[in-house]
């Protein structure tokens, strides 16, 4: 039998595939999939449906327009699977999701494109990360499909012993601070699914979003009135550049400059693109992240500057650092 012939239309996926090393079944990739940097190379058979060079508010316009639509039934979705690359790539295999339409094409995108083209009948993987864990099972479900359970059980195991090392350090210091996670500034969404949990294993008390459960709409006030220790700000789908182009937005908030976070210099910014939104084998890495950022006379990495960086507040004695 010859060897599987992939497409993966979700950045995660294509880096779970590399990371097993799997590299060379890759025949096509999402228009997102950006890590690591060879798979550049790779013929892209998605392309997003909306403007995303546009402020956050609007940005979350087109979402829910395309999304829901004037009739749900007629939506047409975020995102396309470009049916002349899907025909050409002739894949044996697909790596999809059902967690989330917003964030990448979903299982119905897949299923439409491959009907309107029968001579393909690929093996379809859909994950489903809703929570850590579940990251962690997606990454033993593609080794299934198109690889051996034992490469899985490998960069499982590996992954875990990575994480549990740091939460446990985490789990030995005194202090708590509550953390705000910021997943959109406009309109203001909290982080979920994985998030909360990466968050209290790095030594943190996370203030809102619930482990497991998908990413909740707050209004200013929730976070005006929790007054956390920490702010996080790495909005879906942002590198730390685009996400400083949105920070005047949080920045006009009334009550922004008396928060504690903000008084204290601990407001930061994360590569949410790269890192925190994407449910991967780098979430390892995310942790180490928050950890830095949480607690960073404890850890140090070395992320600080490419994964994340502190954001210059009206500091009154406490350094970011």
Same mark, same amino acid.
């Given at each position: 039998m010859s060897d599987p012939? =992939?497409?993966?239309?979700?950045?995660?996926?294509?880096?779970? $595939?590399?990371? &097993?090393?799997?590299?060379?079944?890759? $025949?096509?990739?999402? #228009?997102e999939c950006d890590f690591p940097a060879d798979v550049g190379d790779l013929p =892209?058979?998605?392309?997003? /449906?909306?403007?995303?060079? =546009?402020?956050?508010?609007? *940005?979350?316009?087109?979402?829910?327009? +395309?999304?829901?639509?004037?009739?749900?039934?007629?939506?047409?979705?975020?995102?396309?699977?470009?049916?002349?690359?899907l025909e050409s790539l002739q894949p044996t295999h697909v790596i999809t999701q059902t967690q989330c339409e917003v964030c990448a094409v979903s299982l119905r995108d897949v299923e439409s494109a491959l009907r309107q083209l029968?001579? *393909?009948?690929?093996?379809?993987?859909? &994950? +489903?990360? %809703?929570?850590?864990d579940d990251v962690l099972h997606d990454v033993a479900r593609v080794a299934r499909a198109i690889g051996s359970e034992a490469d899985g059980d490998r960069l499982v195991g590996h992954l875990r012993g990575r994480m549990g090392a740091v939460a446990r350090a985490a789990r030995r210091l005194d202090r708590r601070p509550g953390v705000a996670l910021i997943e959109w500034v406009d309109p203001l969404m909290a982080g979920g699914n994985w998030m909360p949990e990466l968050v209290e294993m790095a030594g943190g008390e996370n203030l809102f979003g619930?482990?497991?459960? #998908?990413?909740?709409w707050m209004e200013w006030e929730q976070?005006?009135?929790?007054?956390? %220790? *920490?702010?996080?700000?790495?909005?879906?789908g942002f590198p730390i550049e685009r996400t400083l182009e949105d920070l005047p937005i949080l920045e006009s908030q009334p009550g922004w400059r008396s928060l504690r976070a903000?008084?204290?210099?601990? $407001? @930061?910014?994360a590569d949410g693109n790269w890192y925190f939104n994407r449910p991967g084998p780098r979430l390892a890495e995310t942790l180490e992240i928050l950890a830095e950022m949480i607690h960073p006379?404890? @850890?140090? @990495?070395? #992320? /600080?500057?490419?994964?994340? /960086?502190? $954001?210059?507040?009206?500091?009154v004695g406490v350094s970011p650092r």
């Open positions: 012939r =992939v497409l993966s239309l979700i950045a995660s996926a294509t880096e779970i $595939v590399c990371a &097993l090393g799997y590299r060379d079944r890759l $025949v096509g990739r999402s #228009h =892209v058979a998605t392309a997003p /449906r909306i403007d995303v060079d =546009v402020p956050s508010g609007e *940005i979350d316009a087109q979402v829910k327009a +395309a999304v829901l639509g004037a009739d749900p039934l007629d939506a047409l979705g975020v995102y396309e699977v470009r049916l002349e690359v029968p001579g *393909i009948a690929p093996e379809l993987v859909p &994950l +489903a990360p %809703n929570s850590l619930a482990a497991g459960r #998908h990413s909740p976070v005006r009135d929790a007054d956390p %220790n *920490i702010i996080v700000i790495a909005p879906c903000v008084r204290r210099g601990r $407001v @930061f910014v006379d404890e @850890f140090d @990495f070395g #992320h /600080r500057g490419r994964g994340w /960086r502190p $954001v210059a507040t009206e500091s």
